[in-house]
Nanobody
Framework: QLQLVESGGGLVQPGGSLSLSCSAV????????IGWFRQVTGKERETVSC????????DYADSVKGRFTISRDNAKNTAYLQMDSLKPEDTAVYSC????????????????WGKGTLVTVSS
């Protein structure tokens, strides 16, 4: 069974930080673009960040530029999203997705998805 598993979500105060992890089970991420996405009730899924299969192309949503950092460690078969200076509007369910041979991360076009982890930014 091929799947992605996220971890690291939780409750954090505004201005705080969290680090999310996305690990592949049953396959290697080496040839996949990895994206982080978020979704809140009543809104469509948003692409937060994306790192290409080669690792050379990285994209961020305008809303998180300068605050979030995506990375990957192929040796650990894991991708990460470091989130700093968190704001209440960052509250969402964060999911990771993988796209074979991908260089971009369409919000509804990834091959594999994790179930998501809840990030709540609140005082």
């Amino acid at each position: 069974q091929l799947q992605l598993v996220e971890s690291g979500g939780g409750l954090v105060q505004p201005g705080g930080s969290l680090s999310l992890s996305c690990s592949a089970v049953g396959f290697t991420l080496d040839y996949f673009a990895i994206g982080w996405f978020r979704q809140v009730t009543g809104k469509e899924r948003e692409t937060v960040s994306c790192i290409s299969s080669s690792g050379d192309r990285i994209d961020y949503a305008d809303s998180v530029k300068g605050r979030f950092t995506i990375s990957r460690d192929n040796a650990k078969n894991t991708a990460y999203l470091q989130m700093d200076s968190l704001k209440p509007e960052d509250t969402a369910v964060y999911s990771c997705g993988a796209l074979m041979y991908g260089s971009i991360c369409p919000a509804n076009g990834m091959h594999y998805w994790g179930k998501g982890t809840l990030v709540t930014v609140s005082s």
